[in-house]
Every structure is written in structure tokens, then in C-alpha cells.
């Protein structure tokens, strides 16, 4: 069960680093670091051994020792960490020293955080910056249809449709109905960081569909709107992707992130439906699938969203606005393959808004037909 630290842990924490940093030094000193910390009323002795191979913990005083630090523990971590520099730190009685100070720099590095990324390194790129500058005509797309009611969903609708545009343009399209597949949430153990070796230990289909994801050029996340979000199976899929990175942290384009296992040119395009009419049902989502951009070094080229998707298809007087939706979905799908991504005019297309009093007289009508018929079949 994890617990919150003692400031006796927290020095064998900082001894842990300290020896880690000890044993990587070319010319390994020896001497003996005496600490008297307080914290609080609570007082801390011990003191690390360095014996030119390795930097032991011993809780207590030592009967001789090189050097000795008495100070606060919250002033000697500052120390540690070089947010305070020790001249300061002796002037103003924050620091008090004893012996031969320049032990501190024999045994403790300045730098006690190096760690040579070199080979899992993966810096933000020109595609990631400017993806329809670097735009090539994507070979293989990947539409994720994460509708929980699977081919009775309206999702599906939409979906096909858009297949058949992406097949106009001569692209291979795997069309995955995530409902059909086993996606357990992630545990959160991070074995596939520390152990496997991005093996994941559950086994069910991510392993298969994350293939498919590092083979396509393109993925589109196909959606209905589950409270405000995307529905519980993506948002599993997405979880499962930590095994597609490592656990180390490096600076993204505006923010810290991951670096990736596969290095590729990947981009994606957001599709989502809801019932109600208006586009701020969608106020949550797009910040999120903004981080989540980032968070997979790949562009959010597009976002195609659509209030009142079921509205559209089962009002006859709606015919016309969904024809003309249909049209724009067609030419924003080709826009996207040509150029990587949709033009205003298109966009705004796709954007048309309903007419809420018309949604409200109409939508309450179909549902109090098939509430009083108890006819889940919609």
C-alpha cells in the first residue's frame, strides 16, 4: 500500500539517486556526508559512506565524517536540486557546514537527473507542425467505429458512407467496429513500460488493432457522444496506446509528453455524432482530442461534428439538410486525402446549425412514439 513519505524516506530516496549518480562518476572520492536536518520538531541523522565503488545509508551520527550539513530538510532538497546555490545559503543561516565543504561536489554530482535519451528520443517534426505542408496522399486509412450498439448504431450509417467516399479516392480503408473486439481497460501496472518491453500483459485485441494502427497513415475516430465524452470502449482503446511509448518525458511542441516507440508521419480525423441540436454539446471533446494530438506526436487534421445525427435521419422534413450533409461529408472526406485537411468553405457546410424549436417539436414526437410502444429498436 502505498504511503506519504517520511523525511527518513525521503533521504533514502535522495540516497537512491545520490548512489546512482555516485556510481557513474569517472573518479569515485571517498569521505563520509554527515546530515543533521530538521523538519519541523522532527530531527533527521544520517549520513551516506562513500567508499569508491558504492554510496551506502546509515540512519544515526557518524563518529567522523568529511563534511556535515546542518540545515532544514526543505533547504538541503533546494540544495540538492541547485534552486539554492550555497554561498547564498551560508550567508543568510540557511545552511551551516562543517569540515572540508567540497566533498559535496567530490561525491555528489551537480547534475543528479542525467539520463542519456538519445536512443528513445523522438523530437516534435516538420509533419507535426505543418501537416498539410508535408501532406502526402495517405495509403492506408483506419476508421475506428466506437459505437457501443455496433451495427445498430447510428454511427455505422455515417461510417459506410464515408468508406465508400475514401474508396473514391483510391485508398485501402480498414473500417473496425471496436464493438466486436475484447478492449479491457489499462491496469495502470505499466509492466508493458518496465518489463515487456511495450507487450501489454492483458490479453485481448489491442495488441491486433494497435497493429493496424502503426500500419495506417491515416485514423479516423468515429464516435456517438457518450456524456459529453467518447464512449467508455475508445476511451479504453486510448488508454491501451501507453503501450506504444515509452515512460520517459520530453518536450513536445507546447507541452511535456512521451516519446514514441515507432517514429511515422501519422495524422488523425475526429467524427462524432449526438442527439442534441447544438454544437456546444462538443464543448469537452475538443479540448481533449487537442491534448490527446499532442499526447501521439500525430495532427488533428479535421473535426467533423454532427448535433442532431439521429434527428437528420428520422425527420422526413429533414431530408434536404442531411443530402446536403452528406454532400459536404463526401467532399470534406476527398479534401482531407488530397490535401490533409478541410476547407472553409466545406467546413462550413458540415457545420450547418438545426432549428431548435423544429428539433423540439419533432425529436419529442419520435421518442414519446417509441416510449409508449417500448420499442428499443430506434
Known sequence: MKEVPTPIHVMRMMHR??????????????????????????KINC?????????????????????????????????????LNPVIGVLFR????????????????KDLYAVDLTSVSDKVTAFEVAPSKEWEKPRKVLLLDSSPRGTKGYTKLYCDNMVSFLQEKDVEVNHIMLSQYNIQ?????????????????LKDDVKDLY?????????????????????????????????KQYPYFEKGTSQIRHPRRVHANKAFVVFSICGFP??????????????????????????????????????????????????????????????????PKTQKRLNSKLDERAFLKSTNKYWDNLYKNKNADY
Not at 540557511?94 to 555528489?108: A, E, M, Q
Not at 501521439?296 to 422526413?316: C, D, K, M, T, V
Request: glycine fraction near 6%; proline fraction near 4%; hydrophobic fraction near 40%.
Open 17 to 42: 539517486y545520490i548512489a546512482d549518480a555516485y556510481r557513474e562518476l569517472s573518479l569515485k572520492e571517498k569521505g563520509v556526508l554527515q546530515f543533521c536536518l530538521t523538519e519541523g520538531s522532527e
Open 47 to 83: 549520513y551516506f559512506t562513500a567508499n569508491g565503488d558504492e554510496l551506502t545509508f546509515t540512519e544515526g551520527i557518524s563518529d567522523t565524517y568529511n563534511v556535515r550539513l546542518d540545515c532544514s530538510l526543505a533547504n538541503w532538497l533546494a540544495l540538492a536540486d541547485n534552486r
Open 94 to 109: 540557511r545552511l551551516k557546514f562543517t569540515g572540508d565543504v567540497s566533498y559535496f561536489k567530490k561525491i555528489i554530482p
Open 185 to 201: 481497460p489499462c491496469l495502470g501496472c505499466l509492466q508493458c513500460w518496465l518489463k515487456t518491453d511495450g507487450e501489454c500483459i
Open 211 to 243: 497493429k493496424l494502427y502503426e500500419e495506417s497513415d491515416l485514423i479516423i475516430y468515429a464516435f456517438p457522444l457518450y456524456a459529453y465524452g467518447v464512449p467508455g470502449m475508445l476511451k479504453n482503446f486510448m488508454d491501451r496506446g501507453v503501450i
Open 278 to 343: 447544438s454544437f456546444h454539446q462538443y464543448d469537452a471533446v475538443k479540448p481533449f482530442f487537442k491534448l490527446y494530438s499532442h499526447s501521439s506526436h500525430s495532427p488533428l487534421i479535421a473535426e467533423i461534428y454532427r448535433p442532431g445525427g439521429i434527428f437528420l435521419l428520422q425527420n422526413p422534413f429533414n431530408y434536404l439538410k442531411l443530402k446536403k450533409f452528406m454532400e459536404a461529408l463526401r467532399s470534406a472526406t476527398h479534401e482531407i486525402i488530397d490535401l490533409g485537411r478541410i476547407q
